[in-house]
């Protein structure tokens, strides 16, 4: 499978299923053939990202919950008592490989509103740039259910939207999507790759492959996934992760329904801040700062003149010339009050006036730019 072996950036998400065993307990012995995993993609300096299930079920076992459906406060309890023994499970496997683990817990609304998500996305980015393995999984002891993303396929799909993976790989406890149950029609047919996911492949995982997948989430859940991740740029895979190294086993050629992205990570984010949001202010620039945010450049404060509108670090502003024609869009580093008080400063001389400093006023890597010429 050629997706994995050309991926920068790789979510990996890790169900309940496959880390605890028939006892409750995790299982050591498939971590570390994982871990094994983790290693050799990092050793080829690919990134690697675990979302991980698993809180609820461990925390179980330690406080003594039979095996009934549990109630909202009980399953937080169980969270609670289980992550700690979730990360102790992957601090062991990862240690003779050498890796750290870094738990990051999170919720909805770290996806969905913008402070916290670039917020989150700050963090991760932070840990991957440290060498650290990130192991994600939803904060499951403060959310209820109306704030619950409720299953990690759809969790995994937007921290890779978040962090501009390319891909995405579910491990299940089925090889992929089929045409119709595997279990029941023999006629059944493995698919292998999705180029586009149409009403038809959706009505597969909706119809005879709903039941599949253990946990939170079966082949409707992970399509819908996908979709997130194919809109964000990064191509889904779903394999079976009950084998001892399902990434090697993955590259030898193991099977899988590989779901294409339909742009790439760094379009779908342009696209985002360019189309989706509304200004919320203006930050007028000078001719320099105009002709490089034009190439590309980040936004200095040195080149800002003048700040319109009232907006928070984070929301969405768009940059115009002096004769006011709009040059990009783009998401503030600085809360408008903020902004003006650092117009035409030099970077070293933000700290000292405001008392902190998050770099430049619209980083690169958060502008879109618009076409030349457009009017306000
Ligand atoms: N966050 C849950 C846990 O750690 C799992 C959710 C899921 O499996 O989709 O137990």
Known sequence: ??????????????????????????????????????????????????????????GRRRLGLARRALSLPEKQAAAAAGQSALMRAWEEAFEPHRLSAAQVLLTRDDTEVRRRWLNARATIETLLALGVVPVINENDTVTTEEIRYGDNDRLAARVAQMIGADLLVLLSDVDGLYTADPRRDPGARHVEHVAQLTPQIEAMAGGANAGAGLGSGGMATKLAAARIASAAGCATVITLGHRPSPLAALEAGARATVIAPSTTPAAAYKAWIAGSLAPAGALVVDAGAAAAVRRGKSLLAAGLRRVEGRFEKGDAVVIVDEAGAEIARGLARYEAADASRICGLKSAAIEPAIGYTCGPVVHADDLALVQAGAAR
């Not at 880390?19 to 993609?41: E, K, S, T, Y």
């Open 1 to 58: 499978m050629k997706e994995l072996g050309g991926a920068k950036r790789i979510v990996v998400k890790v169900g309940s299923a496959l880390l605890v065993g028939a006892g409750g307990a995790a299982d050591a012995h498939w971590l570390h053939a994982f871990a094994a995993d983790i290693h050799r993609l990092r050793e080829r300096g690919q990134q690697v990202l675990v979302v991980s299930s698993g809180a609820v079920a461990l």
